[in-house]
C-alpha cells in the first residue's frame, strides 16, 4: 500500500505530501483542483511516459516519490520501498528504487506487482489477454500449481534437448547445409596446396619484377664498379703490402685483413652478379605469381589472416565434418528422450486443461453474479481457452476473458468493450471475484464514476468498498453515493497567491465529510444536503 505520496512541480501542484490509509481513500474536489495531476503523477511513477509540459512554469524539473508499505512483495528486500522519479525540461529523467538508480523497465515491472491504476481510457492488468491465463490458474489454485510445477519442469528439460539437437545439428536440413558449406570450405583450401613460407617468398619475387628496370640498372653499375674498379684495386693495395710485410708486424697484420676482405668482396660480387641474372623474368611467370597471391589473399580473407591460420582452420573444419558425421547415434537418443518429454507433457497439459474448464465455467458464473449486483442485468461473462498448437509455458491452452453486455449481441474479447461506465463495473466484478488471489496491494481508480449514476452508482461504491477489505484503494470519484463509502476521504482544492495557483489536499473530519458530500450532492452545503449526506453516510 501507499503510505505517503510527494509531488513536486507538477502542473498547478507546487511541492505536495499526502498521506494515504488501508481501506477505501476517497479523492474529491471541484473540477481543475488537480486531482487528474495527483492520479497523473502515479502514473507517471509507475513507468508511464510524461511530457515536458507537465513541468510547473516556471521550473525545470518535476520531482515524484512515494514510499509504499510491501510486506508480501517477493522484489522487495525491506517491507518498505521507496520509488521516485525525476523529470528535467530537458528531457532527461532518473528513476531510483530504494536510493538505487533503475531503469524505467525495471520501474515498470516492480510497480505492476504492487500498484494498478484504473483511469477510463487505460488498459489494466485485468485487460491484458496474456494474462487471463494466470488469473485463472490463481484462482483454481494449488490443485493446478502443482500440475503447472510438473509440466515446466519437463518444458524445461525439453527446450533444453532441442536446443542441444540444434547446437549439434540435429536437425537434418540443417545438418546437410552446414555439411555442405563444411566441405567446399575444406575443397578449397586443400586445392589450393598452400605452403606456410610461399606467400612471403612470392611477395618478394614480385616485388622483384615490379622493379626489374631500376633493379637491372643499378646491379649492372655495382659489378661493374666491383669486378672492374674494386676488386683490382684491393688486388695491388694487397701485392704492395707483401712487399713491405715483412718490415714489421703490422704492416703483416694490415695485410691479412685486406685479404679477408678481399675475399668477402670477391663473395659479395658474385652473388650481386647472380642477382642481376635473377632479375630477368617473363610475363608469364609474372602472371603466375600475381594468380596465387590473389587465390592466398582471397583465402585470408575467409579463413584466416595468414597462411598458418588457414591451414589451422581447415584441420579445425575437417575436424567438425568428422563429428556431424558420426553423430547420428547420439541424435537418436536425443529424438528419444524428446518424444517421452513430449508425451508427458502432453498428459500433463490435457490435465490442466480440463481443471481450467471445469474452474473457468465457475469463475464466470461469480464474475456473472458480481456484474448484475452492479446493475449490468444483461452482461454475459465468459471464460473462453483455445488449444494453442505448441506447448507454451502454461500447457496448450490460451485463455480470454469474453463479454457481451446486451441482449442479442455476441460475446467479444474484453478488451473490446468501449464504454467507460461498463469497463469500469467490469473491472470491478473481475476484482472483487479475484481479490483473494490479486497481489497488487493498491487499486487507484480515476473518475471510475464516469458514465454511470444512480443505482449503479451506488452498487459501484459497494463493491470498491468490498474490495478494500483486502486491497488498499485509491479513488477520485464525483459520485456522493461512492463519497460516502470512504474511509478516509481527503478534498482537493487550489488556492491563488501572488500570482500563482497552489494544490492543496486535506483529510477530512467527519463533519468536514458530510459537508464535502452536501457539496457534491446539490453544489450547495444546505441543511438539507446534510441531512441526506448523512443518510448516505450511515448507508455506507
Do not use: W
Given at each position: 500500500?501507499?503510505?505517503?505520496?510527494?509531488i513536486k512541480n507538477v502542473g498547478i501542484i507546487d511541492d505536495l505530501f499526502i498521506d494515504f490509509n488501508e481501506g477505501f481513500n476517497v479523492l474529491t474536489g471541484e473540477t481543475g483542483a488537480g486531482k487528474t495531476l495527483i492520479i497523473g503523477s502515479l502514473v507517471i511513477l509507475a513507468g508511464g511516459r510524461f511530457s515536458k509540459?507537465?513541468?510547473?512554469?516556471?521550473?525545470?524539473?518535476?520531482?515524484?516519490?512515494?514510499?509504499?508499505?510491501?510486506?508480501?512483495?517477493?522484489?522487495?528486500?525491506?517491507?518498505?520501498?521507496?520509488?521516485?522519479?525525476?523529470?528535467?525540461?530537458?528531457?532527461?529523467?532518473?528513476?531510483?528504487?530504494?536510493?538505487?538508480?533503475?531503469?524505467?523497465?525495471?520501474?515498470?515491472?516492480?510497480?505492476?506487482?504492487?500498484?494498478?491504476?484504473?483511469?477510463?481510457?487505460?488498459?489494466?492488468?485485468?485487460?491484458?489477454?496474456?494474462?487471463?491465463?494466470?488469473?485463472?490458474?490463481?484462482?483454481?489454485?494449488?490443485?493446478?500449481?502443482?500440475?503447472?510445477?510438473?509440466?515446466?519442469?519437463?518444458?524445461?528439460?525439453?527446450?533444453?534437448?532441442?536446443?542441444?539437437?540444434?547446437?549439434?545439428?540435429?536437425?537434418?536440413?540443417?545438418?546437410?547445409?552446414?555439411?555442405?558449406?563444411?566441405?567446399?570450405?575444406?575443397?578449397?583450401?586443400?586445392?589450393?596446396?598452400?605452403?606456410?613460407?610461399?606467400?612471403?617468398?612470392?611477395?618478394?619475387?614480385?616485388?622483384?619484377?615490379?622493379?626489374?628496370e631500376k633493379l637491372k640498372e643499378n646491379l649492372a653499375q655495382i659489378d661493374n664498379e666491383l669486378s672492374d674498379s674494386a676488386i683490382g684495386a684491393i688486388s695491388n693495395a694487397i701485392r704492395n703490402l707483401e712487399r713491405i710485410q715483412d718490415c714489421g708486424d703490422e704492416y703483416n697484420e694490415k695485410l691479412n685483413l685486406l685479404?679477408?676482405?678481399?675475399?668477402?668482396?670477391?663473395?659479395?660480387?658474385?652473388?650481386?652478379?647472380?642477382?642481376?641474372?635473377?632479375?630477368?623474368?617473363?610475363?608469364?611467370?609474372?602472371?603466375?605469381?600475381?594468380?596465387?597471391?590473389?587465390?592466398?589473399?582471397?583465402?585470408?580473407?575467409?579463413?584466416?589472416?595468414?597462411?598458418?591460420?588457414?591451414?589451422?582452420?581447415?584441420?579445425?573444419?575437417?575436424?567438425?565434418?568428422?563429428?556431424?558425421?558420426?553423430?547420428?547415434?547420439?541424435?537418436?537418443?536425443?529424438?528419444?528422450?524428446?518424444?517421452?518429454?513430449?508425451?508427458?507433457?502432453?498428459?500433463?497439459?490435457?490435465?490442466?486443461?480440463?481443471?481450467?474448464?471445469?474452474?473457468?465455467?465457475?469463475?464466470?458464473?461469480?464474475?456473472?453474479?458480481?456484474?448484475?449486483?452492479?446493475?449490468?442485468?444483461?452482461?454475459?461473462?465468459?471464460?473462453?481457452?483455445?488449444?494453442?498448437?505448441?506447448?507454451?509455458?502454461?500447457?496448450?491452452?490460451?485463455?480470454?476473458?469474453?463479454?457481451?453486455?446486451?441482449?442479442?449481441?455476441?460475446?467479444?474479447?474484453?478488451?473490446?468493450?468501449?464504454?467507460?461506465?461498463?469497463?469500469?463495473?467490469?473491472?470491478?466484478?473481475?476484482?472483487?471475484?479475484?481479490?483473494?488471489?490479486?497481489?497488487?496491494?493498491?487499486?487507484?481508480?480515476?473518475?471510475?464514476?464516469?458514465?454511470?449514476?444512480?443505482?449503479?452508482?451506488?452498487?459501484?461504491?459497494?463493491?470498491?468498498?468490498?474490495?478494500?477489505?483486502?486491497?488498499?484503494?485509491?479513488?477520485?470519484?464525483?459520485?456522493?453515493?461512492?463519497?460516502?463509502?470512504?474511509?478516509?476521504?481527503?478534498?482537493?482544492?487550489?488556492?491563488?497567491?501572488?500570482?500563482?495557483?497552489?494544490?492543496?489536499?486535506?483529510?477530512?473530519?467527519?463533519?468536514?465529510?458530510?459537508?464535502?458530500?452536501?457539496?457534491?450532492?446539490?453544489?450547495?452545503?444546505?441543511?438539507?444536503?446534510?441531512?441526506?449526506?448523512?443518510?448516505?453516510?450511515?448507508?455506507?
Amino acid at each position: 500500500m501507499i503510505t505517503t505520496l510527494h509531488i513536486k512541480n507538477v502542473g498547478i501542484i507546487d511541492d505536495l505530501f499526502i498521506d494515504f490509509n488501508e481501506g477505501f481513500n476517497v479523492l474529491t474536489g471541484e473540477t481543475g483542483a488537480g486531482k487528474t495531476l495527483i492520479i497523473g503523477s502515479l502514473v507517471i511513477l509507475a513507468g508511464g511516459r510524461f511530457s515536458k509540459e507537465i513541468i510547473r512554469n516556471g521550473e525545470n524539473y518535476s520531482f515524484i516519490e512515494a514510499s509504499f508499505y510491501c510486506p508480501k512483495n517477493a522484489q522487495a528486500i525491506e517491507d518498505n520501498i521507496i520509488v521516485s522519479r525525476e523529470i528535467h525540461s530537458n528531457g532527461r529523467s532518473s528513476c531510483k528504487i530504494n536510493g538505487r538508480l533503475a531503469t524505467v523497465n525495471e520501474l515498470k515491472e516492480l510497480m505492476c506487482e504492487i500498484i494498478d491504476i484504473h483511469g477510463q481510457h487505460d488498459s489494466q492488468l485485468i485487460l491484458d489477454s496474456a494474462r487471463h491465463i494466470e488469473y485463472l490458474n490463481r484462482f483454481i489454485g494449488k490443485e493446478i500449481e502443482q500440475e503447472i510445477n510438473k509440466y515446466q519442469a519437463k518444458l524445461k528439460e525439453y527446450k533444453s534437448l532441442k536446443q542441444e539437437l540444434k547446437n549439434t545439428y540435429g536437425e537434418d536440413q540443417e545438418k546437410e547445409r552446414r555439411l555442405d558449406l563444411l566441405r567446399y570450405q575444406a575443397d578449397e583450401i586443400e586445392n589450393a596446396k598452400l605452403k606456410p613460407t610461399e606467400e612471403k617468398e612470392l611477395e618478394e619475387r614480385h616485388k622483384v619484377m615490379q622493379n626489374a628496370e631500376k633493379l637491372k640498372e643499378n646491379l649492372a653499375q655495382i659489378d661493374n664498379e666491383l669486378s672492374d674498379s674494386a676488386i683490382g684495386a684491393i688486388s695491388n693495395a694487397i701485392r704492395n703490402l707483401e712487399r713491405i710485410q715483412d718490415c714489421g708486424d703490422e704492416y703483416n697484420e694490415k695485410l691479412n685483413l685486406l685479404k679477408s676482405s678481399y675475399y668477402d668482396i670477391q663473395e659479395l660480387a658474385r652473388d650481386l652478379s647472380d642477382m642481376k641474372e635473377s632479375v630477368d623474368f617473363d610475363e608469364e611467370e609474372r602472371s603466375k605469381i600475381e594468380s596465387r597471391l590473389d587465390l592466398i589473399y582471397s583465402l585470408k580473407r575467409k579463413y584466416g589472416n595468414t597462411v598458418e591460420e588457414i591451414l589451422a582452420y581447415a584441420e579445425k573444419v575437417n575436424e567438425e565434418i568428422c563429428k556431424i558425421e558420426n553423430l547420428e547415434e547420439y541424435h537418436i537418443k536425443i529424438r528419444k528422450q524428446l518424444e517421452q518429454l513430449n508425451n508427458q507433457m502432453k498428459e500433463i497439459a490435457i490435465k490442466m486443461s480440463e481443471l481450467r474448464k471445469r474452474h473457468a465455467k465457475v469463475l464466470a458464473q461469480k464474475i456473472n453474479n458480481q456484474l448484475k449486483e452492479l446493475e449490468m442485468i444483461n452482461a454475459k461473462f465468459e471464460v473462453q481457452l483455445l488449444e494453442e498448437v505448441e506447448f507454451n509455458e502454461n500447457g496448450i491452452d490460451r485463455v480470454e476473458f469474453m463479454i457481451c453486455t446486451n441482449i442479442g449481441e455476441e460475446v467479444k474479447p474484453l478488451t473490446k468493450i468501449a464504454s467507460g461506465g461498463e469497463m469500469s463495473r467490469i473491472m470491478l466484478a473481475i476484482k472483487n471475484v479475484l481479490a483473494d488471489v490479486d497481489e497488487v496491494g493498491t487499486l487507484v481508480f480515476d473518475e471510475i464514476d464516469t458514465g454511470i449514476s444512480g443505482k449503479a452508482g451506488q452498487a459501484v461504491g459497494e463493491k470498491m468498498k468490498e474490495i478494500a477489505t483486502q486491497h488498499q484503494v485509491i479513488c477520485i470519484t464525483h459520485l456522493p453515493s461512492i463519497a460516502a463509502k470512504g474511509d478516509y476521504n481527503y478534498y482537493i482544492h487550489k488556492q491563488t497567491k501572488e500570482n500563482k495557483t497552489y494544490t492543496n489536499v486535506r483529510q477530512l473530519n467527519e463533519e468536514e465529510i458530510i459537508e464535502e458530500i452536501a457539496r457534491i450532492s446539490s453544489g450547495e452545503i444546505t441543511e438539507i444536503a446534510k441531512a441526506h449526506a448523512r443518510e448516505l453516510r450511515k448507508a455506507s
